[in-house]
């Protein structure tokens, strides 16, 4: 089991900055993949970022040169830095494990991120 514990949401204004982190606990496997999802009221749940344990990173196209992801695997932490935020982004965020081997995806409880105009 693992468990995922979003924090660094809430309100900024646009073209402000907001980092969030993932904290990750119990059963980590060397090889995996950790992301990013959001959504927003009505819309479906998207990709925004994710990182292999390879250190692969993809990120969608609406947020490529705003958003970094970035991993501390000795912490077992994720973080997405979000710079250039727009009203656009305003969703909650969810942090995403696949365990790559169990073909077992994990998901965080959601960080709300608000931008306003």
């Known amino acids: 089991q693992v468990q995922l514990v979003e924090s660094g949401g809430g309100l900024v204004q646009a073209g402000g900055s907001l980092r969030l982190s993932c904290a990750a606990s119990?059963?980590?496997?060397?090889?995996?993949?950790m992301g990013w999802y959001r959504q927003a009221p009505g819309k479906q749940r998207e990709l925004v970022a994710v990182?292999?344990?390879?250190?692969?990173?993809s990120y969608a196209d609406s947020v490529k040169g705003r958003f970094t992801i970035s991993r501390d695997n000795a912490k077992k932490t994720m973080y997405l830095q979000m710079n250039s935020l727009k009203p656009e982004d305003t969703a909650v965020y969810y942090c995403?494990?696949?365990?790559?081997?169990?073909?077992?995806?994990?998901w965080g409880q959601g960080t709300q991120v608000t931008v306003s105009s």
């Open positions: 119990g059963s980590i496997s060397s090889i995996n993949a």
């Open positions: 995403h494990y696949y365990w790559v081997a169990g073909r077992v995806d994990y």
């Open positions: 990182m292999t344990s390879g250190s692969i990173t």
